[in-house]
C-alpha cells in the first residue's frame, strides 16, 4: 500500500516561501506552498518555523515541535505561512494543545478565492473566521454565521457551526491558519500547541477531492479480523437533561479510555468540557476531536473512507464515525440491522470488524464491531453492523474521529482535572463539600448547568451497584457478546436524583439513597458524589455513613 503522509513539511512541492504576509494574493508571482491531499497536518518544528510568531516561540523538545508563549506574555499569535490546497467549499479544523490552568488557544483561517460564480471573478483573501476561544477553564464557543460578512467572512466565506464554508461552486485554492495562544496571567502555565489540523471536502461534480491517509500505513496485509479492547457505554442512561445529545463526547471517551483505562472518564466529565456555549452543542466536530489533545494524544476530524478506518482498526486504534440510520426499513434513514433505534445524526466508536467464514476480504460479507452508544443499556452497547449497511449510514461525507496512536505525544496530561474533596456535615442531612480545606459554593450547580462557566452534573454511585458489560443479560435482538469489553467506573451505577442544594450545601439523606440502591438494611457500602463541572474540574467525595 503506498504510503501517503500528509503533514506539511511532507508535502512541500514548491520553492521556499519568501515571508507569510505577504505572497499567494493573486497576480503572477505565487509563493503559496503547495500540498496534496484532504488532510493537512501542521505537526513539526518545520512547519511553525514556516510561519511567523508574536509573542510567541516554537518549543522543539516537545513532542515534534509546538508553539508557546513568549516569557512574560499573555497573548501570543502564530501566523502559518499561505499553502496552496485542492479546491474545497468545506474545511474543518481541529487541533492538539495542553491547556493546564487558565488558557485557551483559538484557531482562525482564510481562503483564498478565484471565484465566486461562473460569472464573477473574486481573486482574493477572505477574512478570518474562527473556531472560538477553547480550553476546559474558558467559556469555549464557535461563532456560526450565514451572513458572511460578520466576523470577517467578506461574504465569501462562513462558519456553519464549526464548517468552514465557501460559497459557489469554484471553492477556495488557498489557505492560511492563525492560532492565538492566551493566558490570564504571565504567572500561569503557557497553553502548547502542537499541531493543527484541517480535513477538505468539496461535493461539487468533478471536484471530489480524495480521502488520503496521513499516518504510516499497517505493515503487512490487513487481518482478516480485528478485536480491540473497548469500553461500553449507553449515553441515555446519563443525565436526563443531556443524555440525549451527548454521543460525540461519549465517543471520544471510548477512544480515550480504550486507550489508557486508567483515564476512566466518565461521559458527562467529557461532554460538559466539550460542550460548545457559543452555539448551544455538544457535537462541534473541532472541539470533540481537540479533546483527545488534551490528554496529550493526537487526535483530529477527518473526511475519510474505509481504508483509513480498516487501517486503524488494525493498527490497534478504535474510531468514531457519525451516521444515521434506523432498524426501521420503512424509515427514510439508511437502513441498519442490529441498531437500537432510529437517529438523523449520532457518533459511535467503531472496535473491531471480521469477514464471515470463507468470504474474507469481500466487502459483501464484512461486518464491524461497534460500540453504539444509542443502546438500551451499557450491556447492550455492543453491536455488530454488516458494512454493505453501514456504508450507507456513514453517507458521501465520511465524518471521522482519528487517534492515531495508542501512546500520547505527551504523557501526564490531562484536560478535565479531578480534584479529591471530603463533604463535612454542617446540620440535619446537610453537607457541605470541602476542596482543599476550603467550602465550595455549589449554588452554581443548581442552575442550568449549560448556562454559564462553573456550572455542571452532580451524580452519585453506591458502592457495588454497577453493571457487569461482560457477564450481564444481553438484548440478543439488537447487541452482541463481546469478550474484549472493557470495564470502567462509568459502568457503575449513576444516578441524579434523591439529593438537593440547600443554598450552597448539598442536602441528603444517606439512608434513603441506599433505600433507592436496593441495599439490604444494616449494610453501609460507599456513596460516592461526583460534581462534575464545564470548566475542566470535577471534585470526587465520599459522603461520611450516617
Not at 123 to 135: F, I, R, V
Not at 271 to 284: E, R, S, T
Not at 479 to 484: A, D, K, L
Request: charged content about 20%.
Amino acid at each position: 500500500m503506498k504510503k501517503l503522509t500528509l503533514s506539511i513539511t511532507a508535502l512541500l512541492l514548491a520553492v521556499m516561501l519568501c515571508a507569510c504576509g505577504g505572497a499567494g494574493t493573486g497576480g503572477d508571482k505565487d509563493n503559496a506552498l503547495k500540498l496534496e491531499g484532504n488532510l493537512v497536518k501542521l505537526t513539526s518544528t518545520e512547519d511553525f518555523n514556516k510561519g511567523t510568531l508574536e509573542s510567541a516561540l516554537v518549543d522543539e523538545t516537545v513532542g515534534n515541535g509546538a508553539v508557546k508563549l513568549a516569557d512574560g506574555a499573555t497573548e501570543g499569535v502564530f501566523l502559518s505561512a499561505e499553502y496552496n490546497i485542492t479546491d474545497f467549499e468545506e474545511m474543518v479544523a481541529s487541533w492538539n494543545a495542553t491547556l493546564e490552568g487558565n488558557c485557551s488557544v483559538e484557531i482562525q483561517a482564510r481562503a483564498y478565492i478565484v471565484a465566486h460564480n461562473d460569472f464573477e471573478e473574486r481573486g482574493d483573501w477572505s477574512g478570518w473566521l474562527t473556531w472560538g476561544e477553547y480550553g476546559p477553564t474558558v467559556k469555549r464557543g464557535g461563532l456560526s454565521n450565514n451572513d458572511g460578512d460578520i466576523h470577517g467572512g467578506n461574504g465569501w466565506v462562513f462558519m456553519n457551526q464549526d464548517i468552514f464554508s465557501v460559497r459557489g461552486v469554484h471553492g477556495a485554492t488557498k489557505v492560511q491558519f492563525k492560532a492565538i495562544l492566551r493566558r490570564e496571567s504571565a504567572s500561569n502555565a503557557s497553553p502548547v500547541l502542537r499541531q493543527i489540523n484541517a480535513t477538505i471536502r468539496n461535493s461539487n461534480s468533478g471536484r471530489e477531492i480524495e480521502a488520503t491517509y496521513a499516518e504510516t500505513p499497517f505493515d503487512g496485509t490487513l487481518p482478516n479480523s480485528v478485536y480491540n479492547v473497548a469500553p461500553a457505554y449507553a449515553q441515555g442512561i446519563r443525565h436526563p437533561d443531556i443524555g440525549g445529545s451527548i454521543c460525540s463526547p461519549t465517543t471520544m471517551s471510548m477512544l480515550l479510555n480504550s486507550r489508557n483505562p486508567q483515564l476512566d472518564l466518565l461521559p458527562e466529565e467529557a461532554a460538559l468540557n466539550i460542550y460548545d456555549f457559543g452555539n448551544g452543542i455538544f457535537g462541534n466536530w473541532a472541539y470533540a476531536a481537540s479533546f483527545g489533545g488534551l490528554y496529550g494524544y493526537e487526535s483530529y476530524f477527518q473526511y475519510g473512507s474505509l481504508d483509513i478506518l480498516m487501517q486503524e482498526l488494525a493498527k490497534g486504534n478504535t474510531v468514531g464515525l457519525s451516521v444515521k440510520y434506523s432498524n426501521d426499513k420503512s424509515s427514510s434513514y439508511p437502513y441498519l440491522e442490529g441498531s437500537y433505534g432510529s437517529t438523523g445524526g449520532h457518533l459511535i466508536s467503531i472496535i473491531g470488524y471480521e469477514y464471515e467464514a470463507g468470504h474474507e476480504g469481500d466487502l459483501k460479507h464484512l461486518y464491524f464491531i461497534s460500540g453504539d452508544s444509542y443502546s438500551f443499556s451499557d450491556a447492550t452497547s455492543f453491536h455488530r453492523y454488516k458494512w454493505t449497511q453501514l456504508d450507507k449510514a456513514w453517507g458521501e461525507k465520511r465524518s471521522m474521529y482519528v487517534m492515531p496512536s495508542q501512546t500520547p505525544e505527551v504523557a501526564g496530561i490531562r484536560g478535565v482535572q479531578r480534584v479529591e474533596a471530603t463533604l463535612e456535615l454542617v446540620g440535619t442531612d446537610t453537607y457541605t463539600l470541602k476542596v482543599n480545606g476550603e467550602a465550595f459554593d455549589l449554588t452554581k450547580f443548581n442552575n442550568n448547568m449549560l448556562g454559564a462557566s462553573g456550572r455542571g452534573v452532580i451524580a452519585y454511585t453506591v458502592e457495588g451497584k454497577k453493571v457487569d458489560v461482560k457477564t450481564d443479560l444481553k438484548d440478543s435482538s439488537s447487541s452482541i457478546n463481546y469478550s474484549n469489553a472493557l470495564q470502567v467506573t462509568a459502568n457503575n451505577i449513576f444516578r441524579y436524583d434523591i439529593f438537593s442544594l440547600d443554598g450552597s450545601n448539598l442536602k441528603v439523606n444517606a439512608s434513603s439513597l441506599l433505600k433507592a440502591a436496593q441495599i439490604p438494611e444494616g449494610e453501609t457500602p460507599a456513596i460516592t458524589f461526583y460534581f462534575m463541572a464545564n470548566n475542566g474540574v470535577m471534585y470526587i467525595a465520599q459522603l461520611p455513613n450516617a
